[in-house]
Every structure is written in structure tokens, then in C-alpha cells.
DNA sequence: TTGAAAGCGCTACCAA
DNA sequence: TTGGTAGCGCTTTCAA
């Protein structure tokens, strides 16, 4: 590995002039320039990026803290993310926590060390007040709706959007609904269930309620636990068309079966479905990133009327 | 910031003693590490990662150089890497290309720079000669079959797949196929033209393929390209859905529609498919980015029939 | 058990 | 137009 210092010893020239010359900063006569950048080219020097790093201090490293990339949700936020990203000089590094709050914490410390000039939390399993104190190492966006108003954050706005679709199951008659969920503790969990309350004017019954559900496996798998409802809520159109494949195998009678996302997957089935805008979302969070602003930003989620042809 | 010098000069230890109190290797007494612990505890101070980079020389990222993650070839070697990398020590990097050259080679630049400790390729534009030089920086491995046996490489051997469907597509009495592919000249191209010329006994002409087919929304604007076939072989699954829902909504007697992936998509609609075993590509990837042995590894293709009940 | 000192490789200010 | 020098912050060897 050739370095800078060799270059110097073997043109003559100072480290800081070779710098110059290597780098473009600053002036360097045209002479000195020529020889520099000859010996540099006769050894095949390469500036070391990490030690320029070092020198300037930070590294243009995004962390993009993920649980998984198998829901559409982490897929379009880094879909939206990697859009941006492109051309900014930015890296973006994935960090899986798997909702692990001890790798969540993990990648708070890295940042805490600099690793990071920024982190996006795709889904937070710890406290925000966990947080907050690493807001001072640098910009931290979250891509759900904060408790506090002192960090950034870029969310879907899904009430309107679940109350639309609850309304309108509500217009068919619907009277019983079952939910397919990721997790039981979760901000999707609680809009989901107040939004539902608001509108059938009920309580949820953890009758009503399965977890664990990311794919359209999950979607098949815990389909057998949705017979007997009117209509079935999930949490995203693979799951919806994993619940649709279960009770069309069976030649069971569908439930209404209400998707996310708005994926290629509900529009073959005709499943109605909300769409969260996470696309926009992750481009909005790489835009909070590496701003220096703390802003807090939300989007209105879409509920698309369908009906399912194939029932 | 607080920094190494810092405590050392607090606590009346040299940096070495510091250092070592901190990293917790070599021997310190437990006095002197007490100290240095509350000191470092009291100033909130945090090793520099990037510093650390520096001295040790590495940094333990990896470069995975996607086109975009739109195509799910892509999606699922990013899904084998991630799930591969989860806990190795390694940081993911994503790099996308946009399949431009330039873009590739400021990839390789950055490698060079020591940027990345080793890169993936999950698609190649710029020649393998090209890449060969940069290989004395670091592992590099290609995800398709390379020409060279000097470079590593994890590859879907997908002419038997691709056989095997063609063959079935003639016993289904199909004299004439379109195809939908990504771009005119490709690996997946030319192994998808060299099969259907081998089962078929005839050329491939031009009217016959479509290109530009990365998503659904691809396959459904390209399908109108499509009727006159007796089948459509799609670059993906997803495409293939695309095609259906153009044919379908037309109300126009539908193809045999062929996918790949084996993705939820293909399998609503029951169209056969070629599974190329990407998750699975993606996990050898990591694999062979992070040992230092130079190898070529393929894995073969299924094709899996089905038959469209909604045709 | 500790510390001095020599790196790691580059940047940037300031003086000449 | 160039160079000296002082960083950036940590690691590691070797001697004491």
C-alpha cells in the first residue's frame, strides 16, 4: 500500500503538497502536479478513505435500522430511502435489530462512536426516552408518530385512512372483524384498534386479534383463525392474499378481506386495501436525515375501495 | 467530544493505559481501570469508530452493488445477505448502480480506497476485465456465471430450468412464445434465448421479446406486446401477474403464462414458474465476500408447474 | 503494571 | 507556490 508519505519521500514534494496535488484542494504548480500525479499512477496510489474520514471527522455513513425487509413496509421505506440516497454522496448501511431492543441499542452506541452521521429507525422496539439522549450525536428520524415533539419524525397518518375502511365495511354489512397483526405491543396495533372502536363503537376482543403476522405464509397460516368473522383486517395485501389462498383452497366461504400497501398482490385478488404511502415516506426520511432540522412530518393514508370479483 | 488524550490527561494515565482500560485488552490494574472508567463514564466519552478504522486499517463494511430493488432477484439477494451478515460484525452497505457503468466503477474506486472490505456484484454492466484488476483490493464476488474462473462467483445455472419449461410449453402444444425480459443484453437474455432455441429448434426473433420488464406494472403496459403468442415467458413472476391482469381485464383468451421466482403473484394465479433460488444466492454471497478463498459456486433451477384455473 | 513513542494516512492552517 | 506542523483519535510494540 502505497501513502501519502511515500509519494512525498519519492517526489520530493511535502505531504501537503502532494495532498494538494492528489486532492485538487488548494494550489500545486502544474510541474509538481504532473510529477506527483505520475508516481502516484507508476504506484497506484488510492487516497484511504477511512483515513480521510478520520481526518474529516465523519464518514457520510447513514444507519438504516430495520427489524426485517420482508414486510413492504421496510422494503418501500428503503425503497424511498436508496432513491434519494443516490447521488448524495450518502452510504446507506442496513442494520437489521430484528426488534431486538439490546441490537437497537447496539446501533445507538455505534452512532454514540460515530459509525453513523445519521440514523433512521424504520420501527423502534425501545423507549423513545432510550433515545432522545443520543439526538445530541446527531440527526435521528423516526418513521412513526413520536411521543415527543423533540425529534425528528416522518409518519403515515393512518386514522383517517382505517376509519374509512372500517366505515365502509361497516356500509357492508359487515358486523364481525378479525385483524391480522405483526405484533401485539405495536403503534400499527394501537391505530388499528382505535380506529376500529371508533367506528363499530366496540371493544376489540383478543378473540379477535392474531399476531405474527409479516408474510403472505403468516397470512395463510393464521387464516383458519379468521373463520367466522365477517371481515378480515390485515396488515398488509401478502397477507390479505395469504388469507384469501387459505379460504379459496378450502373452498370456504370469503370473509371481506381488507389489505396494505396497495401491492401487486391485492390488485389480482381485488382486495380493497389502505395505502400508507411508504414509499414517499422513506424519501422523506432520508431528506430528515441529512438535514440538521428537527421536523416532524405525517401523510395521509389512502383507503381504495375494491371488491373482490373472485369471492 | 471527549477523546482518549482527554482521559489521559484527566486521570494522570498515559494513552496506552487508557486505551487499554477501555478496549479491555492487556492488563491494567483494577484501580487504575476503575478511574479510568468513572472519567470516561463522567465526560460521556465514546471510542471513535472511524478512529478505530483507522488503526486497525478495515472497517468491516461490504458493498452490495444493486441496479435497484425493484426486480425481486435483487430484493431476495438482499434478503440472503442481510439474514447472513445479521450478526457477523459486517455492515451492509448498499450501493445502487442503476446498471451504469460509471456508477460501477466509482464503486470499485471506492473499494480501491478501502471504502469496502469486499464488494458483491448482484449485476455487472462494465466488463469482467474491468473488474479483475480491482481484485487485489479485496474479495470481490459476482452473482452470475463469470467468464473467468479467476473471480468468485455464486450463480443460478439456470439453462436446465428454463429446459425443463420450454419443454413442458411444448407438450402444452405452444408453437409460439414472447418474451419479457429487463434489457436486450443480459446474462438472463442470452441463457433464456440459447434454451428456448435448443427445445424449440428455431431462432428467437426479435418481435419475439420485450424489454424493460422489471415490474407488474412493466409486464401489464408490455402485454399488449404479447397476444398473438401462444405463450409469454416473463422475467419474473410479478411481470408475468402484469401480463394476466392486461389480458384479463381486455377480456382477451389468455396465453400460458410463465413466470420466475415463485412469489406470491405467480402462485395466486397458479402460473407455472422457475424458481431461481436468489434468498439462497444471496446467503452464499455474504459467505464468499467475507473468506478469502477464491471460488465459483451454482446452484440449479427448478421449474415448477401450474396450471392458470383462472384462465 | 505502566508509559513512551511510533504508527495508521490524510487534512488544513499558517508562514514563508 | 510550497512546506512545516499540528492535528484527527486510537492501537500496539517494546522497554522499563
Redesign the pocket.
Known sequence: ?T???DLSKLT??????V??A??G?????P??KQKILDCADSLDYA??AI??D????TNHNIGLIVPHIKHPFFKQILEGVLEKSFDSGYKIVILPSDYDENLELKYLEQFRKKAFEALIFTSVQISEEKIRPYQKYGPIVLCHKPQSSQISAIYTQREMGYEKAFGWLKTQNVKTVGFLLAREKSPTTSVTVRAYEKVFGQKVTDQQIMTGAVSDEDGYRLADNMRGFDAVFANSDNIAAGVWQWFDEKKIPKPIIVGQEKLLSGSLLDLPTVDNHYLQLGREAFRLAISKEMKQISIESDFIVRADRNK
Open positions: 500500500m501513502s501519502l508519505s520530493g514534494y511535502s505531504k501537503s503538497t495532498s494538494r492528489i486532492s484542494h488548494g494550489y500545486v504548480s510541474e509538481a487516497t484511504n483515513a480521510q478520520l481526518a474529516k471527522g
